[in-house]
C-alpha cells in the first residue's frame, strides 16, 4: 500500500457546478478525515468517518458539501453549486484507531472556481 | 476551543546552521498530544515529530526534537544541520487523546522555512 490517495489532483470549475473528490485511505485504516487548507492557512477540519459511519462535522460543512463513505473504504466528498469561496486544497487523511497519534495525509485535490 | 498559535510566518536559515520554529497552543485539557507536521511545496504533508504531553521528555527524530513546555504552553521544533531538502511550510498541530472529529487535530497557520544554500 503506497499511502492514502486522492483524485483528481487538481480541478477547475465554474461557478455553479458540481464537483466530486475521492479518497482512497491506507487499507487498514477505518478512520477517514476531510480537511480544507486555503492560501497561507493550516488544514481546517471538515468532517471525519470511522468505517462507514460519519460521525462529526464542521460548521464549515455548508449544505451544499456532503461526504460518503460506503463499505467504510474509500470516501467522496461532493461539493454542489460550487463558489468562488470554495476554492482551495481538499486534504484526505486517514488513521488507525483508537487513535494512535498520527494522520497520513494524501496529496490534496486543488479546486479552482471560476 | 483548542488554539494553535504559530507566530513565525516564514523563516530562513543557512544550510547546516540550527533553526527554531515556534509554537504556543491554548487547551484546559491536561492531557493531549501535540505534533509538527512538514508540508513541502505540492507535496503531501508527512508527520515531523510527536509530543504526548503526560512524557517530560522532549521528543528527538534524528535532527529533529522539540522543547515542550507544558505550563506555559509552548512547543517549538529545532532543526539541526538544516539540509535542503527541509525547506517546506511546518505546521504545529494538538490532538486530544480522545480526538477524531472536530476537536481533534487543530493546526496552526504554519512557518514557511526557506534553507539558504
Known amino acids: 500500500d503506497t499511502g492514502v490517495s486522492q483524485d483528481p489532483r487538481h480541478k477547475i470549475t465554474k461557478r455553479g457546478q458540481n464537483v466530486t473528490f475521492r479518497c482512497d485511505p491506507i487499507?487498514?485504516?477505518?478512520?477517514l478525515y476531510w480537511y480544507r487548507q486555503t492560501l497561507g492557512q493550516g488544514p481546517e477540519f471538515l468532517t471525519y468517518?470511522?468505517?462507514?459511519?460519519?460521525?462529526?462535522k464542521s460548521r464549515l460543512l455548508s449544505d451544499r458539501f456532503s461526504a460518503e463513505r460506503p463499505k467504510g473504504s474509500f470516501s467522496t466528498l461532493e461539493i454542489q453549486r460550487t463558489e468562488q469561496g470554495d476554492s482551495a486544497m481538499y486534504l484526505c487523511?486517514?488513521?488507525?484507531?483508537?487513535?494512535?497519534?498520527?494522520?497520513?495525509f494524501g496529496e490534496g485535490s486543488r479546486l479552482t472556481v471560476l | 476551543a483548542q488554539t494553535v498559535t504559530q507566530s513565525q510566518p516564514e523563516m530562513s536559515v543557512q544550510e547546516a546552521e540550527t533553526v527554531t520554529l515556534s509554537c504556543t497552543y491554548d487547551?484546559?485539557?491536561?492531557?493531549?498530544?501535540l505534533f509538527w507536521y512538514k508540508q513541502p511545496p505540492s507535496r503531501q504533508m508527512i508527520l515531523v515529530i510527536r509530543?504526548?504531553?503526560?512524557?517530560?521528555q522532549n521528543a528527538t527524530e534524528n535532527r529533529f526534537s522539540v522543547n515542550f513546555q507544558k505550563a506555559a504552553k509552548s512547543f517549538s521544533l529545532k532543526i539541526s544541520d538544516s539540509q535542503l531538502g527541509d525547506a517546506a511550510m511546518y505546521f504545529c498541530?494538538?490532538?486530544?487523546?480522545?480526538?477524531?472529529?472536530?476537536?481533534?487535530?487543530?493546526f496552526g497557520k504554519g512557518t514557511h522555512l526557506i534553507i539558504q544554500p
Open positions: 498541530a494538538y490532538r486530544r487523546p480522545t480526538g477524531g472529529g472536530a476537536d481533534g487535530l487543530t
Open positions: 487499507s487498514e485504516h477505518n478512520r
Open positions: 509530543q504526548e504531553a503526560y512524557k517530560q
Open positions: 468517518f470511522q468505517n462507514e459511519a460519519q460521525l462529526e
Open positions: 487547551t484546559s485539557e491536561s492531557d493531549y498530544y
Open positions: 487523511a486517514s488513521s488507525l484507531g483508537p487513535y494512535t497519534g498520527e494522520l497520513f
